[in-house]
């Protein structure tokens, strides 16, 4: 039996990172959106490249394994060497592999990561495979033997699993993390809310919580906290608001919670939310209260975006531990 089976994305990711790369900012009256930029018909030097595995069901998969709980994935790769890389990893990070799925007529999902000099990216993503996730493909019973199933982000023909592998879960009394991707923050509260009422807890950044709540981008803390209330009141047990470097937040009906990013000089932030919610998951699965969740999710997070890869930073159990108790003393 799996503690957790992570269910979405497997991609190979390609990370490359240059010093000419230009960062353009517009703002108006409600908010500020920037653009990266390179100089048109230039040939631009790179100064880093390198190839790792990522997608959110892999990411999440390694993180929960590697905070100790037993772990497996669902998702779809193609028949070709990414696949075989993405599922070589997999299995020397003890994940089970046994329901991924693999397709010739599609192949494996690719990205191209560039980040920029402040450590945010911009992710020019193939989905591939990812995007042709059946349900006949899905391992029904094996979810319905989970603790926790982790849902992320489903696109394309895939993306009506999302709210069939809520259900799902719902109608098996597992508990539900969701980390709900483009598709499903488009699609608005309103589809969501089916998913949202079978969910345990749901993760959000800010600016995914205003749009998806329909609060207006005025960043306030009063904003902030209907912000959360009207997901919570959606259906949600647990509402977890991520913010970069302002910390995170959480809400259950009840309580405000608020805890503090950790500092860290950072190289990159992809994979930074899988981590933070991973962490979280794996301590509510332990049992340890929502304040706790959020820090050891902010400690996970913190370590991953010290380094260029969405993996490499991920935490053992027997090193966040500490890193907890010490953050406990801050």
Request: overall charge negative; hydrophobic content about 45%.
């Amino acid at each position: 039996m799996h503690d957790i089976i992570s269910v979405g994305s497997a991609t190979e990711d390609v990370f490359v990172g240059t010093r000419d790369m230009k960062l353009i900012s517009v703002q108006d009256i409600n908010a500020e959106v920037s653009y990266i930029a390179f100089e048109h018909g230039a040939k631009i030097p790179v100064d880093n490249i390198f190839i790792a595995t990522g997608g959110g069901a892999t990411n999440s998969a390694v993180a929960f394994s590697r905070l100790g709980l037993r772990a497996g994935i669902i998702s779809k790769v193609g028949d070709d060497d990414a696949a075989e890389r993405i599922i070589a990893k997999l299995r020397r990070e003890n994940v089970d592999v046994s329901a991924v799925v693999t397709t010739t007529e599609h192949s494996t999902g690719y990205s191209v990561i560039l980040t920029c000099f402040t450590g945010d990216r911009t992710v020019l993503v193939h989905r591939g495979a990812s995007t042709q996730l059946r349900q006949d493909d899905i391992d029904w019973d094996g979810l319905a033997s989970a603790h926790w199933i982790y849902l992320s982000s489903m696109s394309g023909d895939s993306a009506p699993l999302f709210e069939k592998v809520a259900l799902h879960a719902r109608d098996n009394n597992v508990k539900l993390a969701l980390n709900p991707g483009g598709t499903q923050l488009q699609a608005g509260l309103e589809a969501l809310a089916p998913a949202l009422q079978a969910a345990h807890v749901i993760f959000v950044n800010k600016a995914e919580a205003y749009s998806l709540a329909g609060v207006e981008p005025r960043r306030g803390p009063t904003d902030e906290l209907q912000a959360l209330r009207t997901l919570h009141d959606a259906g949600c047990d647990i509402v977890v608001m991520t913010a970069g470097l302002e910390g995170a937040e959480a809400y259950d009906g009840h309580t405000h919670y608020t805890v503090p990013a950790v500092e860290v000089k950072e190289e990159s932030t992809l994979g930074a939310g899988d981590a933070f919610a991973a962490a979280c998951v794996a301590a509510l699965f332990r049992g340890l209260d929502i304040r706790e969740a959020l820090r050891a999710g902010a400690i996970n997070a913190a370590n991953v975006v010290r380094y260029l890869s969405a993996k490499r930073g991920l935490m053992t159990r027997e090193a966040l531990e500490p890193e907890l108790a010490a953050y406990r003393r801050t």
